[in-house]
Structure formats: C-alpha cells, structure tokens
C-alpha cells in the first residue's frame, strides 16, 4: 500500500465518536496525530463522551503547550424527532459547553440505518438546508463572523443529496463548503462529487482502519472501537499547511486566542496603545482603530481624549443601517471628536468615520438609503471617512448594482467621492464577482476585510478575488488595525485613509496637519 506521507500528504487526523472506547491522548498525539475530530452530537443527543473528552483535549493543550487542532461533527439523523434546526442546535449547545479554540464544525452526511427499524435513510436535501442555516446564524450571533463548516461525506452519496453544482446551500454555493472527502478502497485517485467539480476536496478521510486497500498508516495508537479500529484523514499539504488552513476555516471560542499583545510600561497613568502580532509574522501593528459600540459612551471630547492616548487615530461609527438611522447618537459622537479636533490644533487628529450597513431586499432602495447616510453626516461639519459595509441580513447580500446604486447616489449629491469597502471575505466574493482591475477602476475603493481566525496564524489575511491587496483588517469583532507594509508607516497609512473623507464646504482635511 502507498505511503501518503510520502505522497506529500499531512496523514495526522483522525476522527472518532463514543464507539472509539479507549482515548489516551498522550499516545495519540505521540503517534504524530496533530487534529482531532470528534462526534459532538447526532440528531437529538449528545454524544455521552464529547464533553469530556473536549474537556480532557482543552487541559491537555494547556498543559503541555501541545499546539494541537480540534473539530466537532454533526452526524445528521433522518429518523430523529428533531428536524435539521433544531439537530443544529443540539450541535451548536453541545460544542459551546467546552470552549475550545480553533474549533473546526462539520456536518457529516452518511446514511443513518433506524435503531428500531434497521431501515436506512439519507437526509434530505430540506433536513440539510435547515440545519445549515440555523447553525450559521447560531454561529453568526455569537462569534460576529461566518467560517462555512466542513461537509463530509463520499461522492456517490453527497451526489443523492447535491446533484448539481448550481443548488445552494443557506444561501451559498455548495462548494464555497470544504469538502471532507471520504474514500477507502483507492490509492490516491479519488472521484469528486458533482457540485465539487471546481474545487479539489479539502479533507480525505482514507481509512477506517480496517479496510485493507487503504493506504497507510492506518493505526491510531491510544484511539480505537472494540475491533480496535479508528478512522484517519489527510490534508494534502505540510503540517504548517494543515495550520494555516484549519485556522482560516475555524472559530475561537476567545476572540483574543494566539493574538500575542505586547503591554508596553506606561510612563504616567495614560493607557498604552495595544499591539498585537499574529502569529506567523514577528513585526507589529498598532491597533490604532477602533469601532464604537452601540450604546450611549464616547460622547464629550474628554472620551475621545482617553481613546486617542490609547493610541486610536480613527473612530468609526455606525450612521446608518438599511432604513435606519443612529441619528442622535452619531451626531453627538461626531461633535465630540470635532471639539476634540478643534481643541487641540498641535496634534495629528483624530479621524472620523462613518458607515452604512447597505441591505439588500428591504423596501428602501440603494438611493434612499443614501439619502438617509448623506442627512446624516451633513449634520455635523467634520470631514468624514465615508465606509460602506457589506453584511449578510438573513441570507439576502447585496448585489453589485445595488452598491454602485448606492454610490453613485452619493456621488450625485456630494460630487465624486472615495469609498471604503468593508466585509469579510465570503460576503466580498458573493458581491464583487469581477476581477481586481474591474471593481478597483469603478468603484475606486479601498478594503476594509474582516477576518477573525487568520490573526492566529497569518500575517495577512486572505482577501476577497476581487482584490489584490486591502488596507485595513479587523483582526476582531470591533478591533482592527493596518495591514502591515514595510514600505508604509502608520502615518503614511492614515493619510491613505484620510484620502477617503468626504470634506464639508468651507472645511480643510484635519489630516492636513498630521
């Protein structure tokens, strides 16, 4: 049997549910297993040995220093009571109970034989649909973000429940979903489902351990059923490879996991400035932006004086949402940092920014709601980073023309102006379908990504297709930061930014005089 080790595979996952009675991580992980993969539920039930085997891998980890990776699944059950939301909660209440960092989710899909009938059943395409959207936006509620989970299962039965590429999945294309890949009896040619076919499989689960034309290695030290049997997977890649990939697709529990934050010894009793450095990069970045919350702070100049000797230069804020307007809120945050500005004419400013959530399928159309953006931050004269931000409402994404509606909207009224684009990735791919130079040269537009995970292994993150290269990043929910370019200073990058301010009349740029 071919060695996938020596095929340039990372061979080092394993998979295992209640039935695998013996779990002794010391020995697996000794055997050269770096992830694992473990039944969280299926159906309606927990499985009775997650929590604590979660638990045990959590302390292990911590103990140790043992950087290791851990995945939850779903084995979804078409004769369970539950339908496929409430099995997504079952899963999403279930992996919440231990919170594990770098947490990987995944559906696995396989024909479920009844325990009182012996009948087997596959899920339904429906089961499916509404277990996928209520977990992301089960997901989505409490991480502020959307990582698509792994789907697992083998070519011939995903194609029963997935027949073509063009079926879409809580609003997604099925394959922007990994793909876990599950094949026993070849060598390394391997049949990809039908709505696959344009994306190599993420995942290879190569053997169950028992089946004699799989390839190697098979046995799993310390984990194993009574026959003494555990499943194994693959990622094609270097184990750094199988890293970066499962941090990119995975949640945190701590929105601050592996971010390393370097506290610098304050001279008086004023806050430094954070930094943080992700992982895989030794330089640092201040975190000199900061997303004010919805609620009634930073509303007189003496709270903008704490955050700028925290080190923040730009505040952004939220004018307007869809139809709705942050009216009074905004208006009092921006005089704030206008006095502030004002007061202060020796220091480089503090810049201000406002956005809007634009909304597809409401009943205010793109131009209303541009006229409800523009009121809004005519009411105060401060020049203004103008931020469009792309966010997924009940799985409606704005379309492309629905943007440059919005934009154009604006330009009309206030004359051409520059814009900030700001979203994370999967949202960006399903807006700007064109090429870099195509939505670069319309819409003038520099990116604002948003990406969670990626803070803990890269030193940029992935961006959207449509562009080659972004400006800011929010490496967490509401803390962003430059993305780090040898060839700009900060400074340099703020007047990058300042760019983007739309200027009342009769007012200069206060970036002018940083």
């Known amino acids: 049997m071919q060695d996938l080790i020596k095929l340039g595979y990372s061979a ?49 980890s911590q103990e140790t220093k043992t950087p290791l990776l851990w995945g939850a699944y ?18 999403f209440d279930t992996i919440l109970q231990v919170p594990i960092d770098n947490i990987l989710p995944v559906l696995d899909l396989e024909e479920v034989t009844g325990v009182r009938t012996g009948i087997k ?15 992301l936006k089960l997901m989505q509620q409490h991480y502020k973000m959307i990582e698509l989970p792994l789907i697992g299962g083998n070519a011939q039965f995903l194609n029963l429940i997935f027949p073509n590429a063009n079926i879409r999945l809580a609003g997604y294309r099925i394959s922007e979903y990994p793909l876990w890949l599950m094949r026993y009896n070849v060598q390394e040619a391997l049949e990809q489902p039908i709505a696959w076919q344009d994306k190599p499989y993420a995942l290879w689960q190569y053997s169950d351990g028992k089946t004699q034309n799989a390839p190697e290695p098979k046995a799993v030290p310390g984990c194993a059923n009574s026959a003494g049997h555990c499943d194994r997977s693959a990622y094609k ?55 004010l919350p919805n609620d009634d702070s930073f509303y007189n100049a003496s709270s ?16 307007t949402e869809g139809e709705s307007v942050q009216k009074m809120q905004h208006i009092a945050r921006a005089q704030a940092v206008l006095n502030f500005n004002e007061a202060n004419p020796d220091k480089p400013p503090m810049l201000w920014a406002a956005s809007h959530h634009l909304q597809a399928s409401v009943s205010s159309t793109p131009e209303n709601q541009a006229k409800n953006f ?18 997924n409402r009940q799985n409606q994404v704005q379309t492309l023309s629905e943007v440059e509606a919005f934009m154009s909207a604006i330009n009309d009224q206030l004359g051409h102006q520059r814009f900030i684009i700001k979203g994370n990735p999967n949202h960006l791919n399903r807006v700007f379908t064109g090429s870099s130079d195509q939505i670069n040269n319309s819409l003038a537009s520099e990116l604002w990504v948003e990406n969670y995970a990626e803070a803990k292994s890269k030193p940029k ?29 900060v400074q340099d990058q703020l007047s990058t930014i300042a760019s983007h301010e739309y200027i009342p009349q009769g007012k200069d740029s206060f970036a002018l005089r940083g």
């Open 121 to 135: 059943k596959k899920p339904s395409l429906q089961m499916v649909e509404e277990f996928m959207t209520h977990f």
């Open 461 to 489: 993150p992935t961006l959207p297709k449509a562009w080659s290269q972004a400006l800011i990043w929010e490496y967490e929910p509401n803390k962003s930061c430059f993305i780090y370019d040898m060839t700009k200073s």
């Open 374 to 391: 523009m009121e809004i931050i005519s009411q105060i004269a401060i020049p203004t980073i103008l931020v469009i931000e792309v966010v």
């Open 237 to 291: 890649g270097s184990i750094e490879d199988l890293y970066n990939w499962w941090s990119a697709h995975s949640y945190a529990h701590s929105p601050k996991f592996a971010l390393e934050k370097t506290v610098i010894a304050p001279a008086s009793s004023v806050v430094p400035s954070p930094f943080f450095t992700p992982a895989a990069s030794s330089e640092i970045r201040p975190e000199c932006i900061k997303t």
């Open 12 to 60: 080092a996952i394993i998979d295992c549910s209640k039935y695998q009675e013996s779990f002794d991580l010391p020995k697996i992980v000794g055997s050269g297993i770096q992830a694992i993969i473990h039944q969280a539920s299926q159906g309606d039930a927990t499985d009775i040995r997650y929590i604590e085997r979660a638990q045990s891998f959590a302390h292990y």
């Open 74 to 91: 779903c084995l979804l059950n078409p004769h369970s009571r539950f339908n496929g939301a409430e099995q997504a909660q079952v899963f």
């Open 304 to 319: 903008i004086e704490a955050l700028y000797q925290q080190g923040f230069r730009i505040l952004l804020n939220k004018a």
